[in-house]
């Protein structure tokens, strides 16, 4: 079985919702574990202030967020442009293929589709990721020898 077909197939498992799959072949076995069991999600609701406690704050409150907006507004139109780069398969993510070699790409870098971006180590086993597209490497979102999850954005990349 290919690093690919392994790869599809954990992105199978994760779309499907499945929480376990076993998969037993010739000479291979693989197990498949989604963490989509005992999720818990808690929310958290802000408690308001009768009115006539309000009126002083309020002025203040909306001028931060006027303030706040068009940041966020911006950098989200910016990325917006970017194509995202996620990770497909869980590991330890590393920029460089050996300590003593050079990284494989830095911000500004053109890549084309093939080219190796990274290696993420799983179970003992380095696994080159290679682009699907070609374009420029605009930022890395993953520090050097960090942990990434599966569908974890890792590069964007301006395509144009």
């Known amino acids: 079985m290919e690093l690919k077909e392994i790869q ?14 076993k998969l037993e072949m010739d ?14 999600i808690v929310q958290q609701v802000p408690v308001q202030a009768p009115s006539s406690m309000m009126q002083p ?3 203040a409150q909306q001028a931060v967020a006027a303030q706040e ?10 990325d917006s442009k970017y194509i995202t780069i996620k990770s497909p398969i869980i590991g330890t993510f590393y920029r460089k293929p ?8 830095e911000v500004g870098t053109d890549i084309k589709e093939g080219d190796v971006l990274c290696v993420i180590e799983a179970m003992k086993l380095f696994n080159e990721i290679e682009s699907e597209i070609s374009g420029k490497i605009v930022k890395v979102l993953v520090d ?12 964007l990349v301006d395509p144009s």
């Open 98 to 105: 050996s300590p003593d070699k050079p990284v494989f790409v």
């Open 27 to 40: 000479d291979i076995k693989i197990t498949i574990k989604t963490g989509s069991e005992d999720t818990t």
């Open 144 to 155: 050097d020898a960090s942990p990434v999850e599966f569908d974890q954005p890792l590069f």
């Open 8 to 21: 599809n197939l954990i992105k199978f498992v994760a779309k499907s919702g499945a929480s376990e799959v």
């Open 57 to 59: 704050q309020m002025p």
């Open 69 to 78: 907006t068009p940041v966020a507004t911006t950098t989200a139109v910016e």
